[in-house]
């Protein structure tokens, strides 16, 4: 059987109708949802960008060592597993962060394809003139961001020239060309939906239509009251759009996928690495960078993602309670696949939870980016078992717990009322640091509930 795997940047779950929004239109991965798995329980492990990709192709979390790095000694991706399997391996994308030099997320593939012009990425240097659509102060680093981005984005005229598009529509191309290939396996990873957002006027339209205020198209990750609540709508406007335009043309690699004959062998998965606050919890951005040593919580709104999972023989329109993260995806795919799922890794498939026959593949699902060992430094964890919610980070702030089941929006703090239900995911949390290999001075730093 034949896989694509499809990774998106900065997309919320909740901002898809398979997972319950009604006002974003994401036909295409709605349809895929109708026929395969939704799992409503996915949490980012690793985070943020770079370290997912190492969970999700290698299985193995980095949080608690390499972190934003490139793949460690050490490590089998999943393109090397499947590439010794006898599977042509493709890579395509626009994500200039995977490619970068000194990155090595790209090898063991047979083929490459990078599409050029994404956020930063120093491609253009062609004269024009670009007026920022907001005041300076309400962007993210604008000269580091905004414009070095603003050289690429002149050259766009249509719809084919932003990147989603045009790595979509090389995805497809690829598959024209190599669909002979028995079995191959396609790696797509789009940077859309990461900021800045400013798609095409007509995606725009169909969320904040008549708009005429600054238009914050990469917002300073900070506390939200620096935008007023016309402005902070229409970045949910612009970041709505560019999702519809990423779902449009994943439409169209799903009809090619169809129009080839491949769709009844080919297994076909969709995943995020983190998600983005729109306001929520008083933020903006999806991490802190004015304040570095004071870390923000991993909400749903940044740690659920979504998964999505498609195959002849999964079952179509269930929805996934198993509790799972990226290091799970690749031995769920292989298992898929017909192949035997690696046990030499922190990830476990949750095939046999989808099919009845076994249990889900965690009790808890931890996010993190980091384990300081200076106690003055804000570090949350994330402790997450389906049902509730342990925001922790040791000494330096007082733990909050969330019965997520019931309060998704995790408004109400119910630590004071709960105490016996944040031990016992505390506890459970520090027997998984120690199961995947956290040095004992690690485990000792994230062992106090909170200060004093």
Same mark, same amino acid.
């Given at each position: 059987?034949?896989?694509?795997?499809?990774?998106?940047?900065?997309?919320?779950? @909740?901002?898809?109708?398979?997972?319950?929004?009604?006002?974003?239109?994401?036909?295409?991965?709605?349809?895929?949802?109708?026929?395969?798995?939704?799992?409503?329980?996915?949490?980012?492990?690793?985070?943020?960008?770079?370290?997912?990709?190492?969970?999700?192709?290698?299985?193995?979390?980095?949080?608690?060592?390499?972190?934003? &790095?490139?793949?460690?000694?050490?490590?089998?991706?999943?393109?090397?597993?499947?590439?010794?399997?006898?599977?042509?391996?493709?890579?395509?994308?626009?994500?200039?962060?995977?490619? &970068?030099?000194?990155?090595?997320?790209?090898?063991?593939?047979?083929?490459?394809?990078?599409i050029r012009g994404h956020v930063a990425d120093r491609w253009r240097t062609d004269p024009?003139?670009?007026?920022?659509?907001?005041?300076?102060?309400?962007?993210?680093?604008?000269?580091?961001?905004?414009?070095?981005?603003?050289?690429?984005?002149?050259?766009?005229?249509?719809?084919?020239?932003?990147?989603?598009?045009?790595?979509?529509?090389?995805?497809?191309?690829?598959?024209?060309?190599?669909?002979?290939?028995?079995?191959?396996?396609?790696?797509?990873?789009?940077?859309?939906? /990461?900021?800045?957002?400013?798609?095409?006027?007509?995606?725009?339209?169909?969320?904040?239509?008549?708009?005429?205020? @600054?238009?914050?198209?990469?917002?300073?990750?900070?506390?939200?009251?620096?935008?007023?609540?016309?402005?902070?709508?229409?970045?949910? &406007?612009?970041?709505?759009?560019?999702?519809?335009?990423?779902?449009?043309?994943?439409?169209?690699?799903?009809?090619?996928?169809?129009?080839?004959?491949?769709?009844?062998?080919?297994?076909?998965?969709?995943?995020?690495?983190?998600?983005?606050? /729109?306001?929520?919890?008083?933020?903006?951005?999806?991490?802190?960078?004015?304040?570095?040593?004071?870390?923000?919580?991993?909400?749903?709104?940044?740690?659920?993602?979504?998964?999505?999972?498609?195959?002849?023989?999964?079952?179509?329109?269930?929805?996934?309670?198993?509790?799972?993260?990226?290091?799970?995806?690749?031995?769920?795919?292989?298992?898929?696949?017909?192949?035997?799922?690696?046990?030499?890794?922190?990830?476990?498939?949750?095939?046999?939870?989808?099919?009845?026959?076994?249990?889900?593949?965690?009790?808890?699902?931890?996010?993190?980016?980091?384990?300081?060992?200076?106690?003055?430094?804000?570090?949350?964890?994330?402790?997450?078992?389906?049902?509730?919610?342990?925001?922790?980070?040791?000494? &330096?702030?007082?733990?909050?717990?969330?019965?997520?089941?019931?309060?998704?929006?995790?408004?109400?703090?119910?630590?004071?009322?709960?105490?016996?239900?944040?031990?016992?995911?505390?506890?459970?949390?520090?027997?998984?640091?120690?199961?995947?290999?956290?040095t004992q001075e690690q485990i000792d730093a994230r062992r106090p509930m909170g200060p004093?």
């Open positions: 059987m034949n896989l694509i795997l499809i990774v998106c940047d900065t997309l919320r779950h @909740d901002y898809l109708g398979c997972y319950g929004n009604e006002w974003v239109q994401s036909p295409a991965l709605d349809g895929l949802a109708a026929e395969g798995v939704t799992f409503d329980r996915c949490f980012v492990g690793s985070f943020p960008t770079v370290p997912m990709r190492h969970d999700l192709m290698c299985s193995n979390y980095v949080f608690h060592t390499t972190g934003w &790095a490139p793949i460690a000694p050490g490590n089998i991706s999943l393109q090397q597993r499947l590439r010794e399997r006898g599977y042509t391996t493709m890579f395509i994308s626009d994500h200039a962060q995977l490619t &970068a030099p000194g990155m090595n997320y790209h090898v063991a593939f047979h083929g490459i394809e990078w024009g003139e670009y007026e920022p659509p907001c005041a300076l102060e309400k962007l993210r680093q604008p000269e580091n961001w905004v414009w070095p981005w603003s050289r690429n984005y002149l050259a766009r005229r249509t719809e084919r020239d932003w990147p989603s598009p045009q790595t979509f529509a090389a995805a497809c191309e690829w598959l024209e060309r190599n669909r002979a290939h028995d079995p191959f396996y396609l790696f797509i990873d789009t940077f859309d939906v /990461h900021e800045p957002w400013l798609p095409p006027r007509h995606y725009i339209d169909m969320y904040d239509p008549g708009y005429e205020g @600054d238009e914050v198209i990469y917002p300073r990750y900070d506390h939200a009251g620096y935008l007023t609540e016309e402005e902070l709508q229409h970045v949910r &406007a612009l970041y709505a759009g560019s999702i519809t335009m990423m779902d449009r043309a994943i439409g169209r690699l799903l009809q090619k996928v169809r129009d080839l004959g491949l769709w009844e062998d080919t297994a076909i998965a969709f995943v995020s690495d983190h998600g983005w606050y /729109h306001g929520e919890h008083d933020y903006i951005g999806k991490h802190t960078v004015i304040e570095r040593e004071k870390g923000w919580q991993f909400y749903d709104e940044v740690a659920r993602i979504p998964l999505l999972m498609r195959a002849p023989n999964l079952p179509a329109g269930v929805t996934s309670r198993a509790l799972c993260q990226p290091v799970d995806v690749a031995p769920t795919l292989m298992e898929v696949l017909g192949l035997d799922a690696p046990q030499d890794t922190h990830g476990r498939s949750v095939l046999r939870a989808l099919t009845g026959s076994g249990p889900s593949a965690r009790e808890i699902a931890v996010t993190a980016n980091a384990i300081p060992l200076d106690a003055g430094v804000r570090s949350y964890h994330a402790i997450n078992d389906g049902e509730w919610t342990l925001q922790h980070a040791a000494t &330096a702030a007082q733990p909050e717990l969330y019965q997520t089941a019931q309060d998704r929006a995790q408004a109400n703090n119910v630590f004071a009322e709960h105490v016996t239900e944040a031990e016992r995911l505390h506890a459970r949390s520090l027997e998984y640091l120690a199961e995947i290999g956290c004093g």
